[in-house]
């Protein structure tokens, strides 16, 4: 059974960084792309970031040129975030997709908030 767990967020100032973690328990990532999505309250879930199995990355604008997207290990996607502004504020979750069945797999969410 594949599972996602995220963690690394937390309250942090404006201006300031976090390094978020996808572990995966139950299967390696190399088949699979990673994404980190954010849901602040009253608003639909936003794709933040990908990355492809070759280790491609793409980004939404909103956070182009402060987040980056990697997997590092294979059991591990990360998503560092710099220059954190108060709208990054919201919960933020990996979702794991496998390229073979196109099955998906999210986590539990991890909450980073940005405020002074």
């Known amino acids: 059974q594949v599972q996602l767990v995220e963690s690394g967020g937390g309250l942090v100032q404006p201006g300031g960084s976090l390094r978020l973690s996808c572990a995966v328990s139950g299967t390696q990532l190399s088949t699979f792309v990673m994404r980190w999505y954010r849901q602040a309250p009253g608003t639909q879930r936003e794709l933040v970031a990908t990355i492809t199995t070759g280790g491609t990355p793409s980004y939404a604008d909103s956070v182009k040129g402060r987040f980056t997207i990697s997997r590092e290990s294979k059991t591990t996607a990360y998503l560092i975030m710099n220059n954190l502004k108060p709208e990054d504020t919201a919960v933020y979750y990996c979702?794991?997709?496998?390229?073979?069945?196109?099955?998906?797999?999210w986590g539990q969410g991890t909450q980073v908030t940005v405020s002074s």
């Open positions: 979702k794991a997709t496998e390229t073979t069945t196109w099955r998906d797999f």
